[in-house]
């Protein structure tokens, strides 16, 4: 049992691995088919959101913030892609991408900013963006608004054989590959682990702040054009749905709320157990109430395992 624990301490992404693996056992033995090469692109592209919403919580998490704001970013993104830019005709590939994505990192980046030149705390900053991008999200699409033939088409289908959900999720895992081959990624963790000691190293903890949560913003525009590539709809109604998967997965997944610990394989393996757990509940005729309930357990059973269980720190004071 030592060494079991041992490991989860040494891999954070462990548990959410083990756990992932028994749900989609689960999962196969309830719906057989579920893991078919013709239900394959369709499966991966429900997925999709799941897995970058919650790369999207990640790096602020290990600034030693939190953004709550991720979820309704993307589906304002969402929103910003069907309801406005294709009826405006700046629907094509090479306008709307470097639009959405820079409006979704400028906003990440202004609550990076509340949070760490303005010093309002993380939750009440992050949740200040978050009532407002709901509002700008029910103020540009009321009601659904079905999007015309586009470009994001085959990102929940595929690309001859290739299925287009591992575009939108490998594009941000391979910038967080190259990522990590730079200071940003150390900088960021030593932020994380303890802000005074990596401002006496000569980190500008100011601006590491500031760029995890542009990044995050960035991640959650990717994650906006991955659920307008599933729905082809505006949806205003699923920001408070995806308020706090992101949260969710991340934790799960073994980044520490603290911060300083973690990392988007992690964070993978958490979203994948959320939406394994979705689908088994669906499949077995559970009422969606109870999925939400159940969104709600898994942060908690992540919060519990990730300060108890897979803690190899003592609690300390922040300053």
Known sequence: MNRFLDLLRRHSWAFAFVLAFVLL?????????????A??????????????????????????????????????????????????GLGDWYAAIPILLLTAAG?????????????????????????????????????????????????????????????TIGVVAIAWFFLKRTAFVANLLATGESDVSAYGSGVNVTAVRILAYALGGLFAGVAGIALSALLQSSQSSLATTYALLGLAAAVLGGTALGGGKGGLLGTFFGALVIFLLQQLLTAAGVQPSLIQFAYGLALVVGVLVGATLLSSRPVRSRA
Do not use: Y
């Not at 999962?27 to 088919?33: E, G, I, Y």
């Open 25 to 37: 056992l689960a999962n196969l033995l309830v719906s057989p088919n579920f893991l078919s090469p």
């Open 39 to 88: 239900r394959l692109p369709a499966t991966l592209a429900t997925l999709a959101p799941f897995v970058l919403v919650g790369f999207a919580s990640t790096p602020s998490i290990l600034s030693g913030g939190i953004d709550v704001s991720v979820g309704p970013l993307a589906t304002f993104i969402n929103c910003l892609f069907i309801a406005v830019l294709l009826p405006s």
């Open 107 to 167: 906003i990440g980046a202004v609550t990076g900013v509340l949070v760490a030149v303005v010093r309002l705390h993380p939750v009440v900053a992050s949740t200040g963006v978050l009532f407002v991008l709901i509002g700008l999200s029910i103020t540009i699409s009321k009601s659904p608004v079905s999007a015309t033939p586009n470009w994001s088409d085959p990102l929940a289908q595929s690309f001859g054989w290739f299925p287009g959900a591992i575009v």
